[in-house]
């Protein structure tokens, strides 16, 4: 006869199932809407918000199996498919929000499928990084400012790469449709050095609140993910310098950003990869 413990453990995951199933699908139809009104070139509006709701509704379906995953009796889960679902939650939701009253919605276009992707890679492969829920405040913050950082950095990111391909298009004079329904470039830079800005000084705020709880760099195999940390933070720093005095912009300002996320990446993900994964830490 199977154990209570086993019933209740498969009725939780089928439970899930049904709410990750819904959510997957509303994230990629909202994705794919999306898209299908940037090919239009539809500029309006009122034309996104109906596709901003079905993320909204798909991002609180997330968020409830987020809740069950992440808050466990001994702590926080923080495993490496848990904090990869959380990051690309945290990012649709701050996506679906700003594109209310900013330009962003187009971003949407590959984040809200990549959320449906990191969620249905939670529900496949558990992991398990618990942070004790004894921790001291000092840990908290500094895992909520870098979670926050981060998203939007990735945001930063994802603006990048829209920049790039409508500068790319501009100056090959064969702007298409859905190059016309873009915000204008100025429009399109601005938002994108206002993201940089915030994140770096949530970032800036992140590595300060780390030097208050680390005690052994190296015995707790954060040395790799510090180096990064601190080599995205000058890389932005520079970026932020340079547009102030030297008004950096197009193709230099988008350079810059992607190497600044690739170092976050690999600080991030790549380093809890390498350690929880690779080497089973």
């Not at 391909?165 to 859905?178: A, E, T």
Request: charged share 10%; net charge positive.
């Amino acid at each position: 006869m199977p154990s209570f413990a086993l019933l209740r453990d498969i009725h939780q995951s089928m439970t899930t199932l049904y709410i990750a199933i819904p959510a997957l699908i509303l994230y990629f139809v909202a994705g794919f809407k999306l898209g299908l009104r940037l090919s239009k070139g539809t500029q309006s509006p009122g034309a996104k918000r109906p596709l901003l709701a079905l993320g909204l509704v798909a991002a609180a379906l997330h968020a409830a199996i987020l809740y069950q995953n992440l808050f466990v009796v001994n702590g926080l889960n923080l495993g490496f498919f848990n904090t990869l679902s959380l990051l690309s939650w945290l990012i649709a939701v701050l996506v679906l929000f700003a594109a209310l009253t900013k330009p962003l919605e187009n971003i949407g276009i590959a984040v809200l499928p990549l959320a449906g992707i990191a969620l249905m890679l939670e529900q496949t492969f558990p992991s398990a990084h618990v942070v004790s829920g004894e921790a001291d405040i000092a840990l908290r913050l500094h895992i909520a400012i870098s979670i926050f950082a981060y998203s939007l950095f990735s945001i930063a990111a994802g603006q990048a790469i829209l920049l790039a391909v409508q500068d790319r298009h501009l100056h090959s004079k064969r702007p298409g449709g859905f190059i016309r329904a873009l915000p204008p470039l100025e429009t399109m830079e601005s938002l994108l050095f206002q993201l940089i800005a915030i994140g770096f000084i949530l970032q800036s705020l992140s590595l300060l609140s780390g030097m208050l709880y680390l005690e052994d760099l190296f015995a707790q195999h954060l040395v790799h993910k510090t180096v990064f940390s601190i080599i995205a933070w000058v890389i932005f720093a520079i970026l932020l310098l340079g547009r102030w005095r030297s008004g950096w912009r197009g193709r230099v300002a988008i350079r810059w950003t992607l190497g600044g996320f690739t170092a976050l990446l690999l600080a991030y993900l790549g380093s809890k990869w390498v350690l929880e994964i690779v080497l089973n830490r």
